[in-house]
């Protein structure tokens, strides 16, 4: 069973940059289908960026642009790099691992597809 444990949350200016990180144990994230969601206060949780084990990659929205998922499995860590972040962008931000296979790349992004998540960090972005 996986463990994620994600960081590199804080308060930031729009237009800033933050990178977050999700560090698993308990399994090799090379293996896992890995996904980064938010939920801002009222709101449901949704996805943002996911990606397969094969590297493709989904992208909400919202964010297609400005945030980049990526991998470093030799450190079983999973990145999430935010750009020209906007006060909209502010929410709990969480990771997430399935090793479920779907052969539609959108089916990733539901979240009943995912087993293992973090506690979650926080992202503020205000001025």
């Known amino acids: 069973q996986v463990q994620l444990v994600e960081s590199g949350g804080g308060l930031v200016q729009p237009g800033d940059s933050l990178r977050l990180s999700c560090a698993a144990s308990?399994?090799?994230?090379?293996?896992?289908?890995m996904g980064w969601f938010r939920q801002a206060p009222g709101k449901e949780r949704e996805v943002v960026v996911v990606q397969t084990t094969a590297y493709s990659t989904y992208s909400s929205d919202s964010v297609k642009g400005r945030f980049t998922i990526s991998r470093d499995n030799a450190k079983n860590t999973v990145y999430l790099q935010m750009n020209s972040l906007k006060p909209e962008d502010t929410a709990v931000y969480y990771c997430a691992a399935t090793l479920r296979y779907f052969s539609d790349l959108f089916d990733y992004t539901w979240i009943g597809a995912y087993d293992w998540w973090g506690q979650g960090t926080q992202v503020t972005v205000s001025s």
């Open positions: 308990g399994g090799e994230t090379r293996n896992y289908g």
